[in-house]
């Protein structure tokens, strides 16, 4: 059973610039979750997608957003890009109901110059 | 969600068993213990859960006291490789997987 996708791995973007990432789950999970890792803040949780609704929001300003597709397959877009947005994106797979464990990406990590 | 207290850093020897604690007294019924580890840059994988009784897996074991204040994760012959943060979560059973909230975790180094 293939695991979560995530790609790309590494980006480099400039500031003022977008970004959009993606995301594919495991085969069969319906819900998509986002974290932000940095050195500073750790793990944080940025929203969560379920049958392509924004089901759980964390606390990030609006140039974070997503979106899920019908194939559960999610993007993350990043508009404005600043300094302090550089940091590891985790993308992590669950099947959205029930208490389950959640099965994270290896990541993108984005550097912002 | 339950808010966890863990030691920052452990060592462990190669070979012994390495005990992880972690604090939630302010843990509810309803609310399980997770705990997942992130080895170096990578995601944080699943290691185990449980509700109230002890839980072992092939990774590792889980020892809730009965109180469930608190908890201890267990690899019981601790190897070069499981040197990681491990992360304790607590989760409510109508907190869907997706959304854990993460503490700063124990880093964990095993010396050889």
């Known amino acids: 059973k293939a695991g979560v996708t995530q790609t790309p791995r590494y980006l480099i973007k400039t500031r003022g610039q977008q970004v959009t990432l993606s995301c594919s789950p495991i085969s069969g999970h319906r819900s998509v979750s986002w974290y932000q890792q940095t050195p500073g803040q750790g793990l944080q949780f940025l929203f969560e997608y379920f049958s392509e609704t924004q089901r759980n929001k964390g606390n990030f300003p609006g140039r974070f957003s997503g979106r899920q597709f019908s194939n559960s397959r999610s993007e993350m877009n990043v508009s404005t890009l600043e300094l302090g947005d550089s940091a590891l994106y985790l993308c992590a797979s669950s099947p959205g109901q029930g208490n389950t464990e959640a099965f994270f990406g290896q990541g993108t990590r984005l550097t912002v110059v | 969600d339950a808010k966890t207290t863990q030691p920052t850093s452990m060592d462990c020897a190669e070979g012994r068993a390495a005990n992880l604690p972690c604090n939630h007294s302010?843990?509810?019924?309803?609310?399980?213990v997770y705990w997942y580890r992130q080895i170096h840059s990578q995601g944080p994988q699943y290691i185990i859960h449980?509700?109230?009784n002890n839980e072992t897996n092939e990774m590792a074991s889980l020892i809730i006291t009965e109180d469930r204040k608190s908890s201890t994760l267990i690899l019981p012959h601790a190897t070069l490789r499981d040197t990681a943060v491990y992360y304790c979560i607590v989760r409510g059973i109508n907190t869907n997987a997706g959304k854990s909230t993460f503490g700063d975790g124990t880093t964990l180094t095993v010396k050889p």
């Open positions: 302010t843990i509810s019924g309803n609310e399980y």
């Open positions: 449980g509700l109230k």
